[in-house]
């Protein structure tokens, strides 16, 4: 897509692996910066990891186009996602959604620790219920 031949966009779209986790927390930041008033938003979780994310990701944007009579171009869209079972490099998979004009975003090692770092400095390994024990106790402090 040239710089040319690109539209503002009018359809904010996230595509996530996760089904809970990372869509509760892009609907929480779009609710607190009040973004969802300026920008419609959609939020997709459970789509797969890495390279299905971002083929679901395509599709999901094709969809909406279809939907809301847009060009692909005026929805920006966002794959997320982060490094629990990788078995390619960034780099490569970098590469992969630039072919497609999706927008990646990419935590290491998990999402969940990105969230965790939003209440505390942290470089913790954490994983599986003990991250989502601290998680919760945290959120409940705040």
């Not at 897509?1 to 809970?20: F, N, V, W, Y």
């Not at 590469?95 to 935590?107: D, V, W």
């Amino acid at each position: 897509m040239s710089a040319a031949k690109t539209k503002t966009p009018r359809l904010l779209l996230i595509c996530c692996e996760g089904k809970q986790t990372e869509p509760q927390y892009f609907t929480a930041v779009a609710r607190l910066y009040r973004v969802a008033q300026r920008v419609n938003i959609r939020i997709v979780g459970n789509k797969g990891q890495h390279r299905a994310l971002i083929d679901s990701a395509v599709a999901e944007r094709l969809d909406r186009s279809r939907k809301y009579e847009l060009d692909l171009d005026e929805i920006e869209t966002w794959a997320v996602c982060d490094r629990d079972q990788m078995n390619s490099d960034l780099a490569e998979l970098e590469a992969y959604a630039e072919t497609k004009s999706i927008r990646l975003a990419f935590s290491d090692p998990k999402f969940e620790i990105f969230l965790l770092q939003h209440f505390k400095k942290s470089s913790t390994l954490l994983n599986g219920r003990k991250l989502d024990s601290e998680l919760t106790k945290l959120f409940k402090q705040k």
